[in-house]
């Protein structure tokens, strides 16, 4: 089993070796969330020909590494040969390396997720059935819609205050279960976001001194 997490890669390097499209998905997730993308590669997938990447347009050497020092190495060739030696060589100069085609041969593997707001949902059956994984996605997108992505900012935009006006842990713990019980979620679920609003200042009205 691996111990999930979640990486900070805004602002840093990910140096992506391979130029398919599974090197393409994976470029796309990391500019999302803010990394500066390098992709090494003779070859590149036509969807990314306009995104915001550094294309060196050469083969693998390991001397890459050395010169890139990059936070995240993600070995992505069509070659298994090269993608072992890769992960090797990331290895030896403790780099994390994901290598796409073997699991066995990683550091790190990515999750399938679904995102609502600032909530994540990660999904892996640790290599075990991708379709599975598909299948448990399909199934969370279904269940949790906007209203959590609602909910979700309000908390966070009230926490500071609750923080600060409740000052016992357990009455901050009571408050928040007690607005997730609430027909909140049920309210925003509907689209009625005023009704929603006014169980909610209801319920701080009742909570805070």
Known sequence: MAYPVLLQVTG???????GGQVAARKARTLLTEGAQVIIVSPTLDPTLIDAPIVWRSEY???ALLDELQPFLVFAAT????????IAQDARHRHLWVDVVDDPSM?????MATVQRGPITFAISTDGASPALTVHLRAQIEALFGTEYTILASWLAQLRPHI???LTDPADRQRLWHT???SPILAQLGAGDQSAA???LQR???EALP
Do not use: E, P
């Not at 069509?78 to 030696?85: D, I, L």
């Open 163 to 165: 923080q600060q006006t």
């Open 12 to 18: 840093r390097l990910v140096l992506i070796i391979g």
């Open 60 to 62: 693998y050497q390991a």
């Open 78 to 85: 069509h070659c298994t040969h090269t993608n072992h030696q």
């Open 179 to 181: 607005i997730i019980a």
């Open 203 to 205: 319920l701080l009205k």
């Open 197 to 199: 609003q006014a169980t």
């Open 106 to 110: 990683s550091d790190f593997t990515n």
